[in-house]
C-alpha cells in the first residue's frame, strides 16, 4: 500500500527514508485521526482537520492545514472507499524530553481500501480494570501513546468480546478503546464530557449535532456505570463504526438498539451522503442498528 | 550521530529506510531503555537487558537478547561516555490496533556522548496534576506513550523547576517523570512498590540492593505525600541522575541531603566502577550529595 510522507508518495511503507530521532516514534509525541473514505472523499473532512489542528495547538506546534488536507484527500481519492489514518507528530528532537524550540512536525498517511465492515456493527464490550486517566491532557487527544487501547482490546477479544469498555479513574463511564460512548434514556441523548477522560470524537460531535436536530435532549455529562444498565439503549461511536449498538458490558446484557437510534444512523448517513455523494455512501446500512 | 537498526549502522538517524506501519511509531506499541555508558560499558548491562526482555514478554513479542546487548554494545563503545537509548517495538502490521500472530519486532539504539552532567545533581520537583495510571500495565513498563512525562516535565521547566512529581490516581507518591522516588527515614529506605504505578527502574533495584548492603532497613511499600515533608532525605533515581537530592517539592522545601545519602552514591560509585572501570568512573562525583 502507498504512503504519504510530508508530500511525498511512496509506493510501498516498509523503506521510507525517516529520521530515527522522530519525537513520535520515541516518546509518543504526536497525535493521530482515522477517518471514513467513501467515494473518494473523506467523511467530515473539515472537523477531523480541526481537531487535528487542535490536538497540535495543544501540544506546541503547529498542524500545516493545507498540506494536512492535501494528504488525506490523496490518500482518499487513491482508496475510494476505505478508511484513512493521517499521522501528526512534533518531528525530531535532540536527546532527551524537552522539545526542541523550533519544531518541524512530521505529517503521514496511509489508506485501507474496501467496504465499511465495522459501520452499525453490534458489540459486546469488555469492561477493563485499565482506567482512563482524566487528569492527563492526552485523555483528550488521539495521542500515538494508544497501548492502554491495545492491551485491553488484545484481551477483550481473548475473552470473546468485541471492544474494551473503560471507567475513569472516579469509577464513572469514560469510552470503549476505540470511540465512545453514549446513552439515549427517556428521549434524552448523553454522553460524558471531555474533562471525563474522552476524546472529542469526530463521529461523537456529529452524533450531539444530529440528536438535537431530530429533538433530542442532548447533554454532556458524567455517567456512572449504572445509567447503561438504566439506559433505553446504549451506543458506541467511531469514524468507522459509526453508531454501533452496545448489546453487552461482560455478562450483563444491555437494553438493545431502539428507534431512536435508528433515527440517529439515518440522519448520519443522510449527512455522509451530503458529504461523499450519495451513491458513495449507498455501501452503509443503517438497518443494522434496528432493534 | 550513527544508529543502528536491526543490526546494521547508520551514519545519521536522518534518513533511515524504516516501515512506516511500525506499531512503535503508530501505537506507540514498544518500550525503551536508557543506560549510562562509561569507557564504552554499559552501568548495569545484565539489569537492563532483563528488563527489557521481561517487558517484551509483558506486551506479548520476544526481545532478540543478543541482538539487544550487541547492539547496547556497539553504542556504547562509540560513544565511550555518556548514554545509550535502545528502542524495541513490536514492528509493523496490518491497520488497526490488533498485533499481528507473527511479530518481527524494530531495535535501533543511539548514543549522547558527554560526561554525566546529571549525575548526582540537585533537583526541584514541581507537582504535576496529571496521575500516574497505576491501573495501566504501561505504567510499570518504559512504554514509548512519554507524552504525560513530556508534558509535565516542560510544564515544570516553565515554572523553574527541574523535574516533575507524579502522584498515582490514589493521591499516593509515584514517582518522578523520568525516575524514581526514595525516603530515608530514621534508618529505613522506602519506595512505592510498583503496583503503585511505578517503573521498576535499574537505578532504583540498584539502590535497594546497596541500601540493604550497607545495613539500611530497606521496604517497598505506598508511601503518603507527607512522608516526603517527614522524611530526614527524598532523593530521585534514574540511570543519568544516579542519586539526586530532592530539595523542593513545589514551594516547599525538604530536607537536604544526608549521611546515608552519601554512603549510598559512594556505594552506587563503587559498583559502577567495578563494571566499567575505576578510570572511567572518576567523573562521577558522590561529593554533590553532600548536605
Do not use: Q
Not at 459509526?242 to 455478562?251: D, F, K, M, S, T
Amino acid at each position: 500500500m502507498p504512503v504519504w510522507l510530508n508530500g511525498e508518495r511512496f509506493e510501498a511503507a516498509a523503506a521510507v527514508p525517516f529520521d530515527l530521532a522522530d519525537r513520535g516514534l520515541l516518546l509518543g509525541d504526536g497525535v493521530f485521526d482515522t477517518a471514513l473514505a467513501l467515494g473518494g472523499r473523506i467523511a467530515f473532512r473539515d472537523a477531523h482537520l480541526e481537531r487535528l489542528a487542535a490536538a497540535c495547538d495543544t501540544l506546541g506546534f503547529r498542524l500545516d492545514r493545507d498540506l494536512a488536507g492535501r494528504t488525506m484527500d490523496a490518500a482518499a481519492a487513491d482508496a475510494s472507499t476505505g478508511s484513512v489514518r493521517l499521522t501528526v507528530t512534533r518531528g525530531a528532537g535532540p536527546r532527551g524530553l524537552a522539545p526542541p524550540d523550533d519544531p518541524r512536525p512530521t505529517l503521514f498517511a496511509a489508506n485501507a481500501p474496501g467496504r465499511p465492515a465495522l459501520a452499525f456493527r453490534r458489540a459486546r464490550l469488555w469492561p477493563t480494570p485499565i482506567r482512563r486517566n482524566e487528569t492527563s491532557p492526552a485523555a483528550n487527544l488521539k495521542t500515538l501513546g494508544y497501548l492502554d487501547a491495545v492491551l485491553a482490546l488484545g484481551e477483550a477479544k481473548r475473552r470473546g468480546f468485541d471492544e474494551a469498555f473503560f471507567l475513569n479513574t472516579k469509577g464513572r463511564v469514560a469510552s470503549v478503546g476505540t470511540g465512545n460512548l453514549f446513552v439515549l434514556k427517556d428521549g434524552a441523548l448523553l454522553t460524558p464530557p471531555p474533562a471525563e477522560g474522552v476524546l472529542p470524537g469526530i463521529a461523537r460531535g456529529a452524533v450531539l449535532d444530529l440528536g438535537r436536530a431530530i429533538g433530542l435532549r442532548v447533554a454532556e455529562t458524567p455517567l456512572e456505570p449504572a445509567a447503561l444498565h438504566a439506559a433505553d439503549a446504549v451506543f458506541m461511536t467511531n469514524s468507522l463504526r459509526l453508531v454501533a449498538p452496545v448489546e453487552a458490558v461482560g455478562e450483563r446484557r444491555l437494553a438493545g438498539a431502539g428507534p431512536e437510534l435508528r433515527r440517529l444512523a439515518e440522519a448520519l448517513c443522510e449527512r455522509i451522503a451530503a458529504e461523499c455523494g450519495r451513491d458513495a455512501a449507498s455501501c452503509l446500512r443503517p438497518a443494522d442498528v434496528d432493534p
